[in-house]
């Protein structure tokens, strides 16, 4: 880390008269912005960050950014580092205005960077795989190899404890990522690494033996960066900016969106899935696939809710009745024209069918992707007790089109309080809510796993 800074500050030096954003002339770095209407932004390539997924850019600093450039009226480029290396060059040598990193502020780092007020708070983590010693602290790792990402934070916390523990030594990695280096001590070539808390949280349920040994840092707030060399004039807009979105509930609404489905972690239904993934999801994969294309679906969507239903088992059933990979009432069947129940195919198509049927019949103002999270509970409890959820949930000053706000009334449909005056009446929301959120992991799951992008370079 301190390495990078120096080049950092090597360079900011030496590109002071070439900055590629630097303002011309006499014009401050928002008035080149607006002017030139391009807001150029660095960021890197993580689930906690930026990625592409079937619908195209995305993550959480896809959005917040998308939505800074959109409050600014001008069109957003972004460049994506391969590494940290990377980004505080490009932000020495001009060429971004700002870095959207989920870069961590450190004492290190402030000298150099200006941030923004933080949209989240971080931990470091020290992991280790399950099955092997757990470490408690520093002195416990006995000579295991420890990796990190070069130029992270982490580095900068480690020199802090060799103080104390003299005999630590650790690797510096240009080549892997933080999801790299889990993947490895999954894999069991290295011994442990180091993670911030929210990467932690969004790649755990793809390695399901790595665990936490200790945390090796108090809480860190995660900002936006800007060069202490530019002007403030940018950098005040993008403080009022999260200011704003801090107190109208947007932040929560948009952290909701990639961190609301993440409970506790289970081990046992993790590796459960990921081996059905292998030996079952085959047998189907195509039709989910002709069923998503019918019915305006992502194929791994639907496959995500038939687990939930079923785990993929097309003679389920349950003791209400419902049954096949679907889990399709007697009823819903016949309105959806299925006449075997067991049979994958047409199971998965009336299904989907219904699912479409649901998502359509909700009010327009309801956009994605709550459309979609609203949907699968009408699916789950009935489109009526969903109703329900949401007059609840706009009578105690929630917004009824959020999936974040409606998930913490449904369990009010249990509540004789509540439900007595509803149109329904009683509902095991807690289920729905449960159901939904399920689904959402195994979705993030199945997009990693089947990445269409890797699967059609692998064909080509």
């Known amino acids: 880390m301190r390495t990078l800074l120096k080049i950092f500050l090597f360079c900011m030096i030496v590109l002071t ?111 280790y795989r399950q099955g092997s010693p757990r470490p408690k602290n520093i002195a416990d790792l006995n000579g295991g190899k420890l990796v990190v990402v070069a130029g992270s934070s982490h580095i900068e916390r480690l020199h802090e404890l060799r103080r104390k523990y003299p005999e630590l030594t650790w690797e510096e990695s240009l080549k892997f990522s933080n999801d790299d280096l889990l993947q490895k001590v999954e894999s069991r070539q290295i011994a442990y690494t180091v993670v911030d808390s929210n990467e932690l949280l969004l790649s755990r349920r793809f390695y399901p033996h790595v665990r936490v040994a200790f945390e090796l840092s108090e809480k860190q707030p995660v900002g936006w960066a800007f060069s202490v060399k530019t002007d403030d004039t940018l950098y005040r807009q993008a403080v009022n900016f999260f200011i704003d979105i801090y107190n109208s509930g947007v932040l929560e609404q948009i952290l909701e969106r990639y961190y609301g489905h993440i409970g506790e972690f289970d081990y046992v239904a993790t590796t459960a899935f990921k081996l059905h993934i292998q030996q079952r999801l085959p047998n189907y994969r195509e039709l989910f696939e002709i069923a998503a294309e019918t019915h305006g679906f992502d194929w791994r969507l639907l496959a995500a809710m038939a687990y939930q239903e079923s785990h993929w088992n097309p003679r389920a059933i349950s003791p209400t009745g419902v049954r096949g990979i679907m889990m399709l009432t007697r009823i819903t069947a016949k309105q959806m024209g299925i006449k075997k129940r067991t049979d994958p195919a047409q199971s ?77 009446g009683f509902a095991r929301g807690d289920e729905a809510v449960r159901y939904v959120e399920n689904i959402r992991s195994y979705y993030q799951i199945l997009l990693r796993e089947f990445d269409s992008s890797t699967e059609i370079a692998a064909r080509e």
């Open 17 to 127: 008269g070439l900055l590629c954003v630097r303002p011309t002339g006499k014009l401050t770095q928002l008035e080149d912005v607006l002017q030139n209407n391009r807001l150029i932004v660095v960021t890197r390539n993580a689930s906690s960050t930026y990625y592409e997924d079937p619908s195209g850019p995305t993550g959480l600093e896809f959005d917040l950014v998308k939505m800074f450039a959109d409050r600014l009226n001008v069109e957003l480029k972004f460049i994506v580092a391969s590494d940290l290396e990377q980004i505080f060059t490009t932000l020495a040598q001009g060429k971004a205005h700002f870095a959207a990193a989920g870069l961590t502020q450190t004492q290190d780092r402030a000298k150099l960077l200006r941030f923004t007020p933080p949209y989240q708070h971080v931990v470091q983590q020290l992991i």
């Open 348 to 424: 998965i198509q009336g299904g989907s069918r219904y699912l479409r049927f649901l998502k359509d019949r909700l009010p327009d103002e309801i956009a994605e992707p709550d459309r979609n999270w609203l949907a699968l509970a009408a699916y789950n409890i009935g489109y009526g007790h969903l109703m329900d959820a949401r007059n609840i949930t706009r009578q105690t000053g929630g917004n009824p089109n959020l999936w974040m706000d409606v998930k913490k009334k449904l369990p009010r449909l249990r509540d004789e309080k509540w439900y007595q005056k509803t149109r329904y």
